[in-house]
Structures are given as C-alpha cells and as structure tokens.
C-alpha cells in the first residue's frame, strides 16, 4: 500500500462526455504526476502538479486539464471524451529532491469511453 | 530521457532467483536507474532505483555494471506473487516524468 488513492475505480461514459477523476496523495507528499496506460502498453506521462500548478505536460490535448489543490489532492480532467481515451488512469505522489522525488502510485481509475 | 531495452518477456522458476536485463547505453551522469512492477492491472510498483552503486532492499538487488550502461533487478527467491510486468526506467531528478517503455513481461512458474 503506497497511501495514494484514486476515485472512482471504474467509470463508464459516453464519446462527447466529461469526466473528472480524483487523486489522494501519500502524507507528506507534495507532487502530484498523471499517467494514462492504454492496455497492452507502458504508462504514458499526461502532467504534474506542484504547488498548485502545472509542473511539466506531455503530448496530450488541452482537454486534457487538471487541478491541485491545498491538501495536494489533485483532479484530473478530460474534455469531449474519444474512444480511445478508454485506458487506465494512474497517479502518483512524490516530493521533489532527490530521493524523495520516487513517484508511488495509485491503484488507478480505470475509464471505459462507449 | 535516455532509453532503455528490456527483453518483452521471461519466465522464471518459482523459488530460483530471478534475473532480469536491461541495457541503458545512453545513461547520462546524473540518470538513476529505477525498477517499476505492475501485478495485472494494477497501479505500478516502485521497487528499487540506484546510481552506480549495487543496491538492495527487502523485494530485489540491484546490479548496476561499472559502465552504467546496463544493470540486473534481481528477485532473491521467486514466487508466484512476481509475476508482473517489470519496467526499467532512466530518471534524473528534477525531470518530473517517469518514461515507462512496454517493459517486461515476468512469469513465474510453479
């Protein structure tokens, strides 16, 4: 058990929809870091949240947004869903230097796009 | 960030200790090397991560190779409980993303 938990586990939505998933980090930990895995493949990076801001994003469309907020929860939000945003989500806490920059991750949310 | 190599998949002997590659030629001076696990459909598992010194820790043994260039996760006694995707990443701090390649695939058999 790493301490970080997402919600909810599983999610159904439509092509077109909204969805918001939810993040929890470890105590003590600061940043927050989202990764989508489609199946069969590595988790890829989508952005990190430090501070409340955007700390570094990878090659995702804009409607792909997040929030971190004072607790260092963070949200994670995606815009007119696609189908093959259908994939796990996975996020991870951390702090930053050195040592303790060790992403540990969550369970993940697992997005079902129809 | 620097790539690396990994077999797609190995099996190993439950109770055998297991050794698994992966080669990083392009490491720079300040790139850890970190080993990940993810148990089916599961959020990944942080195992261990060393410089350039062999580490170990109560799940694995690092063996990182003078060069830096290639290093060895080494699970002591394996269970059925490792069969896993394992994923060998190359990290300096201060990069904020961890770069997963398809990582490999580890059986353990009875």
């Known amino acids: 058990e790493t301490g970080v938990t997402q919600s909810p586990t599983h999610l159904i939505k439509t092509r077109g929809q909204q969805v918001t998933l939810r993040c929890s980090s470890q105590?003590?930990?600061?940043?927050v870091s989202w990764y989508q895995q489609a199946l069969g493949q590595g988790p890829q990076f989508i952005f990190q949240y430090y501070r409340e801001e955007e700390n570094g994003r990878g090659n995702f469309p804009p409607r792909f947004s997040g929030l971190q907020f004072p607790n260092y929860s963070s949200e994670l939000n995606v815009n007119a869903l696609e189908l093959d945003d259908s994939a796990l989500y996975l996020c991870?806490?951390?702090?930053?230097?050195?040592?303790?920059?060790?992403?540990?991750f969550g369970p993940g949310t697992r997005l079902l796009v129809l | 960030d620097a790539k690396t190599t990994q077999p797609p998949s190995m099996d190993c002997a439950e109770g055998r200790a297991a050794n698994l590659p992966c080669n990083h030629s392009t490491i720079s001076g300040n790139e850890y090397v970190y080993w990940y696990r993810q148990i089916h459909s599961q959020g990944p598992q942080y195992i261990i991560h060393?410089?350039?010194n062999n580490e170990t820790n109560e799940m694995a043994s690092l063996i990182i190779t003078e060069d830096r260039k290639s290093s060895t996760l080494i699970l002591p006694h394996a269970t059925l409980r490792d069969t896993a995707v394992y994923y060998c990443?190359?990290?300096?701090?201060?990069?904020?993303?961890?770069?997963f390649g398809k990582g490999n695939q580890v059986v353990v058999i009875p």
């Open positions: 990443i190359v990290y300096f701090y201060g990069n904020n993303r961890l770069a």
């Open positions: 991870a806490s951390s702090t930053p230097g050195g040592q303790q920059e060790t992403q540990y």
């Open positions: 060393g410089l350039k």
């Open positions: 105590s003590g930990h600061n940043t």
